[in-house]
């Protein structure tokens, strides 16, 4: 889900969002704001007319909240009693 195969500095390919469908980085970046304002609204545009990358998203950001839950996100300790 989270490819790792490319490092997060090389540039996205141009046009990327004119396949048919986002790819994982397209999502993965726009979940993360890594996206610049014009790639940023073009996802929108894209996430507004196709219901299969809305789905793609949402798996996403599932996967990305389960990941943060399990490190971050755990319940806090119990009071410590007192005595
Ligand atoms: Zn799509």
Redesign the pocket.
């Given at each position: 889900m989270i490819a790792a195969s490319r490092p997060v500095s090389e540039p996205a390919r141009d046009g990327f969002i004119a396949l048919?469908?986002?790819d994982e980085d397209a999502i993965e970046n726009y979940i993360f704001n890594r996206l610049d304002n014009s790639r940023c609204l073009a996802v929108e545009r894209?996430l507004r007319s196709?219901s299969?990358?809305g789905q793609q998203l949402r798996d996403t950001q599932e996967f990305i909240t389960d990941i943060k839950t399990a490190f971050f996100g755990l319940p806090a300790p119990a009071r410590a009693v007192a005595h």
């Amino acid at each position: 889900m989270i490819a790792a195969s490319r490092p997060v500095s090389e540039p996205a390919r141009d046009g990327f969002i004119a396949l048919n469908h986002l790819d994982e980085d397209a999502i993965e970046n726009y979940i993360f704001n890594r996206l610049d304002n014009s790639r940023c609204l073009a996802v929108e545009r894209h996430l507004r007319s196709c219901s299969a990358c809305g789905q793609q998203l949402r798996d996403t950001q599932e996967f990305i909240t389960d990941i943060k839950t399990a490190f971050f996100g755990l319940p806090a300790p119990a009071r410590a009693v007192a005595h």
